[in-house]
């Protein structure tokens, strides 16, 4: 069992390198956890971003096409209906709608949509109205269709609000996952403060109380011819050296004893 004892070095090595080891996991940890966070919420915010820009895109070719039918309106003779990319703003909607399927967003793309339906369905009027001679285009365009335009351009705001309100729920849990990850770096500094002053105590009491006390011991057996009576327990180095020095004092004191002998016996020849 002797033989499996810790150095001196060896305690030291390892006191070290255990705070060191709590150190660099907690580290590598809080590195790891603020990467996978800041991803998954990076890509949720640029997610936010393109919604934002769909939307602000929806509320654009609505409005260029609803002055478009004015505009045919109030020229009388214009008998066509505008062009208007249907595909596009469909394409749009559904984006928007499955970029999160269980949030407000979703329910508020529906709602965009069948206003959109609503909408579309009643500008396809447009032609009939005029070709006829007993219908007031104006009358037809502020009594029907703009009404309809109204009720699409108020669902467009509420899904751009809504996604405005998600980004800042997304920005907020950004900055809360920011904390979180600097937990396990906060906690590895505490871990390692503690771990020094265990390894500071545990020095004091194991090494640097045991040498002051050793020197102490040989200044009282230089200076006053006290025995070397120190011990303590112990299976490294330092208790090695310390029953070393109590060997070499016994041995010095028996020589001192020889000599002091020798000398009285030539005195009494």
């Not at 206003?115 to 005029?130: K, R």
């Amino acid at each position: 069992m002797r033989e499996m004892r810790l150095s001196l070095r060896a305690k030291l090595f390892l006191s070290l390198i255990s705070i060191a080891l709590v150190l660099l996991i907690s580290s590598i940890i809080s590195v790891l956890e603020y990467g996978r966070m800041s991803s998954y919420i990076s890509d949720m915010i640029a997610d936010n971003i393109e919604s934002i820009n769909a939307a602000q895109k929806l509320y654009d070719d609505a409005n260029s096409y609803n002055l478009a039918v004015l505009s045919v309106v109030g020229d009388e003779s214009s008998n066509k209906r505008p062009g208007f990319d249907e595909v596009a703003f469909k394409s749009r909607c559904d984006s928007l709608r499955s970029s999160a399927p269980n949030s407000k967003v979703a329910h508020l793309a529906d709602s965009v949509q069948y206003s959109y339906a609503a909408y579309m369905l009643t500008s396809f009027e447009l032609e009939d109205v005029l070709a006829s001679d007993f219908i007031d285009t104006r009358s037809w365009y502020f009594e029907r269709l703009q009404p309809r335009y109204n009720r699409l351009r108020h669902d467009i705001d509420a899904l751009s609000n809504a996604i405005y309100e998600e980004l800042a729920d997304n920005s907020e849990t950004f900055q809360g996952a920011f904390y979180r990850s600097i937990i396990p770096g906060i906690i590895a500094v505490g871990v390692g403060l503690l771990l020094v002053l265990m390894l500071l105590f545990f020095l004091e009491s194991n090494y640097s109380k045991p040498i002051y006390r050793m020197l102490s011991s040989l200044k009282n057996y230089r200076n006053y011819q006290r025995d070397y009576t120190y011990d303590f327990n112990g299976e490294d180095q330092l208790h090695d050296l310390n029953t070393e020095i109590k060997q070499l004092a016994e041995e010095n004191k028996l020589l001192k004893k020889r000599i002091s002998a020798m000398k009285k016996s030539e005195t009494a020849k």
